[in-house]
């Protein structure tokens, strides 16, 4: 069975940093496609970072300079460092993979930015 466990959310204030991560189990990691997405209250959920299987990385406009995706293939975790957190940032994030036809979700964790 497939999970996806993100982690690190939390409350912090403007410009301040968070690190979530995401652990995978049950799933050939490595053949994944990566990425993080969020889900503001009252609007759609977007891409923020995109990770390929092949290391190529793409990044949401509103985020570009301050996040960055990384994986570790060996141990099955996606993570997301954010710097310069912004209050528009709030949202919950969500891990995912995608191969193929197959996608799979975390359950999410809630960031907040505010003073």
């Known amino acids: 069975q497939v999970q996806l466990v993100e982690s690190g959310g939390g409350l912090v204030q403007p410009g301040g940093s968070l690190r979530l991560s995401c652990a995978a189990s049950?799933?050939?990691?490595?053949?994944?496609?990566k990425g993080w997405y969020r889900q503001a209250p009252g609007k759609q959920r977007e891409l923020v970072a995109a990770?390929?299987?092949?290391?190529?990385?793409n990044y949401a406009d509103s985020v570009k300079g301050r996040f960055t995706i990384s994986r570790d293939n060996g141990k099955k975790m996606v993570y997301l460092q954010m710097n310069s957190l912004k209050p528009e940032d709030t949202a919950v994030y969500y891990c995912?993979?995608?191969?193929?036809?197959?996608?799979?979700w975390g359950q999410g964790t809630q960031v907040t930015v505010s003073a």
């Open positions: 995912n993979l995608q191969w193929g036809t197959s996608t799979y």
């Open positions: 990770l390929t299987s092949g290391g190529s990385t």
């Open positions: 049950g799933i050939m990691f490595s053949f994944y496609a």
